[in-house]
């Protein structure tokens, strides 16, 4: 299985703060990773998907980038809303896999 | 109205069974792959199983392979997850996921509410 390594765990941030939060996988995916943002208590959203394209609706404050083995996550200007838990999701093979989360908190 | 509603859970005993259910609404079901993820309480997400439209491919985790069954019912705009031989590890709350559109978007672009698993004695 491949082996999706989040980093970091866990972060503190004031808004308007740009956070980046990071993937790495044990073998090369392409671009078959999604981002999730989840808070307390709802199901996980969908941010990004294929690496970088942004799924309908989000904002543009959220990016991503990477491909192969490297991936980025990025909230340019952080607002109050964004506070909650990240995942990443590669989807290049069976089994999936999610990283093990951020949790992005407030400062 | 686009959505999941998973239903099914519960409180089981160890070693007992437990059939989860997932009725989808709002998009034409048969068109897509679908999927079950589980978060264990306090925990992360994990992926358990997925099923292609038309039921010709199917994968397990390997923590519930040999255990679970996958199926689904196009028909009844239904997803199903078969529980066999729970184990305490098997509780967590159990997410239906459709995949997202295009070619190889096996990303989850919809999830349901979730229906919580507790197996205890």
Not at chain 1, 29 to 53: M, R, V
Not at chain 1, 65 to 89: K, R, W
Not at chain 2, 86 to 108: H, M, N, S
Request: aromatic fraction near 14%; hydrophobic fraction near 35%; proline fraction near 3%.
């Amino acid at each position: 299985a491949i082996r999706i390594t989040q980093s970091p765990s866990s972060l503190s941030a004031s808004t308007g703060d740009r956070v980046t939060i990071t993937c790495r996988a044990s073998q090369g995916i392409s671009s078959y990773l999604a981002w999730y943002q989840q808070k307390p208590g709802k199901a996980p959203k969908l941010l990004i998907y294929a690496a970088s394209t942004l799924q309908s609706g989000v904002p543009s404050r959220f990016s991503g980038s990477g491909s192969g083995t490297d991936f980025t996550l990025t909230i340019s200007c952080l607002q109050s809303e964004d506070f909650a838990t990240y995942y990443c999701q590669q989807y290049y093979s069976y089994p999936w896999t999610f990283g093990q989360g951020t949790k992005v908190e407030i400062k | 109205e686009v959505q999941l509603v998973e239903s099914g859970g519960g409180l089981v005993q160890p070693g007992r069974s437990l059939r989860l259910s997932c009725a989808a609404s709002g998009f034409t079901f048969d068109d897509y792959a679908m999927h079950w993820v589980r978060q264990a309480p306090g925990k992360g997400l994990e992926w358990v199983s997925g099923i292609s439209w038309n039921s010709g491919s199917i994968g397990y985790a390997d923590s519930v392979k040999g255990r679970f069954t996958i199926s689904r019912d196009n028909a009844k705009n239904s997803l199903y997850l078969q529980m066999n031989s729970l184990r305490a590890e098997d509780t967590a709350l159990y997410y239906c996921a459709k995949v997202g559109d295009g070619y190889k978007a096996w990303y989850f672009d919809l999830w349901g509410r979730g229906t919580l698993v507790t197996v205890s004695s």
